[in-house]
């Protein structure tokens, strides 16, 4: 089966770190560029973090660029997120998703794990 | 920064036509995309490339482009199409990704 699934969220106090995998089966991973997009509480999508295929290009959002650091291991078909100093408004669901083939669109979404920063 | 506008909320009769409309400077020059979020889940593709529709999406959902607006037309609307809708482009100059604010979509 074709799937994403993240991991590692849960509590953590502002100013704590905690890192995110996403684990993908079902496809050539090494062959797509990845994402993480956000969902705050009832608020809308935000896009957070891409890295290419071959771990080459990266971007990042304004908000989280030099707190957060993506990568990916190809040969363990697994996507990361390292959040350092976080803040209250990190709080959210944060989704890996596989970037389509023919632009920067996604076509395969994981279920999320749900980062709460608070005291 | 770039941004996309979305209407908050849009009302439709089961069986009528809804229409999402999704703004934004130079989206004339840019791709759309839409995703349908249903609560508790995750969002799935439903318009890519403006218009074109991923296998399994219902041919009820269709995609237009006038100017720097973009809408994702529901032809039909079924009860199972309330959800919230995002669109979604990506700025060039920046590589980053951009999504509309979210419209919610009611089946009165």
């Known amino acids: 089966e074709v799937q994403l699934v993240e991991s590692g969220g849960g509590l953590v106090q502002p100013g704590g770190s905690l890192r995110l995998s996403c684990a993908a089966s079902?496809?050539?991973?090494?062959?797509?560029?990845l994402n993480w997009v956000r969902q705050a509480p009832g608020k809308g999508l935000e896009w957070v973090s891409y890295i290419g295929s071959s771990s080459r290009t990266i971007y990042y959002a304004d908000s989280v660029k030099g707190r957060f650091t993506i990568s990916r291991d190809n040969a363990k078909n697994s996507l990361y997120l390292q959040m350092n100093s976080l803040r209250a408004e990190d709080t959210a669901v944060y989704y890996c998703a596989r970037e389509g083939d023919y632009d920067r669109y996604f076509d395969l979404w994981g279920r999320g794990t749900l980062i709460t920063v608070s005291s | 920064s770039y941004g996309l506008t979305q209407p908050p909320s849009v009302s439709v009769s089961p069986g009528q036509t809804a229409s999402i409309t999704c703004s934004g400077d130079k989206l004339g020059d840019k791709y759309a995309f839409w995703y349908q979020q249903k609560p508790g889940q995750s969002p799935v593709l439903v318009i890519y490339?403006?218009?074109k529709r991923p296998s399994g999406i219902p041919e009820r959902f269709s995609g237009s482009k006038s100017g720097n607006t973009a809408t994702l037309t529901i032809s039909g609307t079924q009860a199972l199409d309330e959800a919230d809708y995002y669109c979604q482009a990506w700025d060039s100059s920046t590589a980053h990704v951009v999504f509309g604010g979210g419209t919610k979509l009611t089946v009165l």
């Open positions: 490339q403006h218009s």
């Open positions: 079902g496809f050539t991973f090494s062959s797509y560029s």
